[in-house]
Structure formats: structure tokens, C-alpha cells
């Protein structure tokens, strides 16, 4: 099978393909023969997304405040096993309060710009044009893995 | 803005002043000096002999382009030293534009120019910008001066820089007296002049005002005022980032499909807020897909080591047989069922081939799959792996390519088929 397309070896894409798939590869091998009952699916599913949003953000580095957060926010998870969401959360919210009232320049955002604050991850610490920013590219990034991981289910699924 | 103007006049006096000495007698210097005090106590009167001095000034020297060009040529040299000791940040190329047109300005003794900047003058402290500026102004219309009009363009000022050739100073110079001139416009009446002027220069001009503040920012990116909007310097910032703001929106307009329709800050917001909900859930459950689906990969990560795969093989394709009849029930995968009876008939037998055969198949299957369908859940309870691969090598090179080109792979193997 001859790939017509030579694939860009640095582009988003095909960072995030080699990481996911190895970190696919990774679960798979920790539980070689697992039972179909619903909490192993769970936890495998866990472990998937987790790794899904790993890759995504390491394949970003630290070149985006989002994937910064989402980073920070797996390594934390990761090594305290405790809610450090809700401290990191708080302190966040603390500069956003300000940041947020003194960047509200009578646009009328307030409501939706909150939504999309908590959707996109670190979004609580960016003023509307940054969050702008970073949904944009946050988005592209969502499609592509989301893509790459149609694809791969696929292969799988048949 | 209005830093630079006053430097500009300031620097503009100083040069002139140097120049005056240069060619002129000292009754004339004197003259000046007593005009450049006398501007700053008050302005009308000392203005009108400032000009009537630039007025003789450029009397001195002949008139016409030659000359013109002669003296602003000379000109150019003359502000650097005065810049230098002056605020250094103002370019050059402000001084020596305002420099070279203002004594030309003078030589065609534009009396209702001075009239509008004394009413500018007044409105605007430091008056001699805008005196300098309307008399520029008025030279260049008199003139006609085709120099301003070609070099002119729009500029958005950030710092002043200080090396300049001097096509960049005609261009300068063009702005500054624009600038000068837009600037006044705001505090005072707008007068034909500064209309025509508008007029004459680029349509880019029209809109642009400069920035009148009272605080001077010289570290602020200097953004122009549209005519007839707020000049105030919160206001303008404010104007910046909004849009900064609906450029983003705009950008998100095309990142989002459907968006195109909808007009509005916050309908396009709610879509975006739709869109990325959507594409985190789709993730979501695609990695509950892959999860499900790890189950049956378990002899594959096997496969993947290289061990012995006929048997489990086997068990695959005994229950790949009954899947055709769930798979027919969803017509998106009706394509694959010739696929699966042609994978189960292909049998044991036939070893590594018909593995390799039915996974070539598999991925040309997959790849016809439409998008849509993937999310339907139905699917994948029922849906069996066929990974008969003898070859990590191959698969994992197969779920590569896959993943990367798709489509595209897929229609290059179903010719295989």
C-alpha cells in the first residue's frame, strides 16, 4: 500500500497519532486479556481519554495557555490523586474575578464567555480576546484528534 | 499624537531657527524668538508674525519645486541636531517634514490657514502643530504638491524611529502635517481646508485622526481615531480591542461549519460553546469506543509481539460470520457485507493471506465508513475485530496510514480489491 501522501512528520497530526498510539498500545498491554464488565470498560475508558488528552497536549507543548493547563491539570491529577482542581480552581478564579470585570468593555459577553471559560481548559485566567484565541486553536486541535481517533476505532471496530 | 506634534513644532522651530541663522539676518532670528516665546505666552499675534517671518524666510529663498526641494533638501540636515537633544524617540523624518514644508508654507502667506490655526491654537495649546500643520496643509495645496500625495500612506504610528532616508521623510512629512491637521480637525471646527485636504489625500486619511489625548503615551501602540468617533484614549483602546475581538470571531466563524449564517457576537458564541461540547463528547466517546473495542484487541497486542495468531484467528472468523446479518440492519455498513462473507469464506485455510487479505479489506472498509455513522451505538456492540495480521510491522503501518490518510488509502485499495 503506497501512501500518496507523505505525511508531515511535525505537523499536529501526526505528533498526536505516534503518542496516542503508543500510549494505546501502552493500556492495552497492561491488561492483556480483560473481562467485558462495565467498571473494566470504565476504567480502560478512563485511561483512554486521559491518554487522548495527554497526547493532544503534549503534542502542543507548552506553546498554548490551554494545553498548559491541561497538562498541569494531568500532572496534578496524576500525582496527588486528590481535588487539586478545586484549590487550582479557586486561585484561578481569584485573577479572573479581576480579570474579568476589568476586561468586560460593555461587549455583553458575560454569560457565554463564562461557558466557553469553563470548556476550554486554563480558560478561567484569559481575558475574551486570548480566550478567543486559544478556543480557536483548542478547536482545531479537538478536531483533529477527534479524526485520528475516528479513525483508529474504526480500523479496530471491523 | 500630540506629543508629536509638539515635538515636531518644537523641533520644526529649533531647525528653522538654525536654518534662519544660517540665511538669514539676525533681525529675522530675532523676530523668531520673540515669535517662539511669544507663541507659547500668546498665541494669535505672535503667531501671525511667525508666519509673516517664514513668509519672508521662504521669500528669501526662490520659488518653485527646485527650490523647494532645495530647501527641504537642506532642511533635512538641519533637525538632526535638535532632535537629538529634544525627545529623541520623535523621528526624525515628523521634523524635518514639518521642517521642509513649513517654511514654504510661509512663502505663499496663507492667511486664512493662520486664521484656522489661531482657532486651533486656542483649542489646542500647543498651537504650533496645528498652526504648522494648516500652513503645511496649505502648501500643499497651493503647491501642489504631488510629492505628499504619492508618498503618502497610511500609517499606523507606532514609535517613532530616528534613520530615515528621505522618500520616507516626504511620506513623513505628508503624515505629520496629516496628523497635525486631522488632529486639529478634532478640537476645532472643521474648515474647507482640512476637508479638501482630507479629500485630496488617500481615502485612508479620511478616516484616520490622530490620536488626541491629553495623557502622552509614547510606549502605547498609537491607533488612529475613525473621523467623528471618540478620541478619548479609554475609548480607543477600547476600540482596539473590540476589534481585535470580532477579528477572533471571524476566524472562529470558519473554524466552526454552519457558523456563516449567524450574525451576532452572541449567537456566534453559542455556537462555538455547541461546537466544542460537541467535539469534547465525540472524544469522549470515542475513547469509550476504543476502550470497548480494547477488549477484542487483546490477541492483537499478541499479534503485535509476533506470537502464533491462527487460532485466535479462527475464533474470529467463526464470529465474523454472524455478523453480516446485525451489519446489514445499518446501511452505512452495507458495504461491508460482501467484505465480511468474503473474510468469513476466506477460512482458515488460507492462513496469512487471506489475514492480510481481509485486513486490506477491513481498512478499505473502514475508511468508506461516513462519519456519521461511527456515532451510532448500535454499531459497536456487535462489531468484532478482524485483525488477523501476521505483521506488527504491517498492521501497525496499516493503522497508521489509516488513521493519517483515510479516504484517500481506501479508495487506492478497494482498486486492489
Given at each position: 500500500m503506497n501512501n500518496p501522501h507523505h505525511m508531515n512528520p511535525r505537523s499536529l497530526k501526526s505528533r498526536f497519532t505516534t503518542r496516542f498510539l503508543r500510549a494505546l498500545t501502552k493500556i492495552r498491554a497492561q491488561k492483556p486479556i480483560s473481562s467485558s464488565s462495565p467498571t473494566e470498560i470504565f476504567r480502560r475508558y478512563r485511561k483512554i481519554k486521559v491518554a487522548a488528552d495527554k497526547s493532544m497536549a503534549y503534542s502542543v507543548r507548552s506553546r498554548k495557555t490551554w494545553s498548559r493547563a491541561m497538562l498541569w491539570k494531568l500532572r496534578s491529577r496524576s500525582h496527588r490523586r486528590r481535588p487539586v482542581k478545586t484549590k487550582f480552581r479557586q486561585s484561578v478564579m481569584k485573577n479572573t474575578k479581576t480579570t474579568t470585570t476589568t476586561g468586560?468593555?460593555?461587549?455583553?459577553f458575560g454569560v457565554e464567555a463564562s461557558e466557553l471559560r469553563e470548556l476550554v481548559p486554563g480558560g478561567e485566567a484569559m481575558d475574551l480576546c486570548n480566550l478567543l484565541d486559544e478556543t480557536a486553536h483548542y478547536i482545531k486541535c479537538l478536531t483533529t484528534q477527534v479524526q485520528v481517533m475516528k479513525k483508529i476505532a474504526d480500523f479496530y471496530s471491523l | 499624537m500630540l506629543q508629536c506634534s509638539d515635538m515636531t513644532v518644537l523641533e520644526r522651530q529649533r531647525a528653522r531657527l538654525k536654518w534662519q541663522e544660517e540665511h538669514f539676518q539676525q533681525h529675522q532670528q530675532e523676530s523668531y524668538f520673540s515669535e517662539l516665546s511669544g507663541v507659547f505666552s500668546s498665541q494669535t499675534g505672535h503667531v501671525q508674525g511667525f508666519h509673516q517671518g517664514g513668509l519672508m524666510s521662504c521669500g528669501g529663498a526662490a520659488g518653485g519645486d527646485s527650490v523647494l526641494s532645495d530647501v527641504m533638501m537642506t532642511r533635512q540636515l538641519k533637525p538632526d541636531p535638535g532632535l537629538e537633544t529634544a525627545w529623541p524617540e520623535l523621528g526624525k523624518k515628523v521634523d524635518m517634514g514639518a521642517m521642509g514644508f513649513g517654511p514654504c508654507g510661509y512663502g505663499n502667506g496663507q492667511s486664512f490657514d493662520m486664521n484656522q490655526a489661531i482657532s486651533r491654537t486656542s483649542s489646542c495649546p500647543p498651537a504650533m502643530a496645528a498652526v504648522e500643520a494648516v500652513e503645511v496643509k496649505g502648501n500643499l495645496e497651493k503647491m501642489g504638491l504631488a510629492v505628499g500625495r504619492e508618498s503618502f500612506k497610511k500609517r499606523k504610528v507606532e514609535k517613532l524611529q530616528n534613520s530615515k532616508v528621505v522618500a520616507e521623510d516626504d511620506s513623513k512629512r505628508i503624515k505629520a502635517s496629516e496628523e497635525e491637521e486631522e488632529e486639529s480637525k478634532i478640537t476645532g471646527p472643521n474648515t474647507k481646508k482640512s476637508s479638501n485636504n482630507n479629500k485630496e489625500t488617500s481615502g485612508d486619511t479620511s478616516k484616520e485622526n490622530s490620536k488626541v489625548s491629553d495623557v502622552q503615551k509614547p510606549d502605547y501602540i498609537h491607533v488612529r481615531a475613525r473621523r467623528g468617533q471618540a478620541t478619548d484614549s479609554h475609548s480607543l483602546a477600547e476600540r482596539v480591542r473590540r476589534e481585535k475581538i470580532s477579528e477572533r470571531m471571524k476566524y472562529l466563524q470558519d473554524l466552526v461549519p454552519g457558523c456563516n449564517k449567524i450574525t451576532g457576537k452572541a449567537g456566534m458564541l453559542d455556537e462555538i460553546i455547541n461546537y466544542v461540547q460537541s467535539l469534547q463528547r465525540q472524544v469522549e466517546f470515542l475513547s469509550m469506543k476504543l476502550a470497548t473495542v480494547n477488549t477484542r484487541l487483546d490477541f492483537d497486542i499478541d499479534n503485535l509481539y509476533g506470537k502464533d495468531v491462527f487460532p485466535s484467528c479462527t475464533s474470529n472468523f467463526s464470529t465474523v460470520g454472524n455478523m453480516p446479518p446485525e451489519l446489514a440492519n445499518h446501511p452505512p455498513y452495507v458495504q461491508f457485507n460482501p467484505i465480511q462473507q468474503v473474510v468469513s469464506g476466506c477460512g482458515v485455510e488460507m492462513g496469512i493471506n487471506s489475514s492480510d487479505m481481509a485486513l486490506r479489506r477491513t481498512i478499505s472498509a473502514s475508511v468508506l465508513i461516513p462519519d456519521a455513522s461511527l456515532l451510532n451505538t448500535s454499531c459497536f456492540t456487535g462489531m468484532q475485530q478482524i485483525q488477523p495480521s501476521a505483521a506488527w510491522d504491517v498492521e501497525l503501518q496499516n493503522l497508521y496510514n489509516v488513521a493519517f490518510t483515510g479516504s484517500i488509502e481506501g479508495s487506492d485499495l478497494k482498486m486492489e480489491m
Open positions: 468586560e468593555d460593555g461587549v455583553g | -
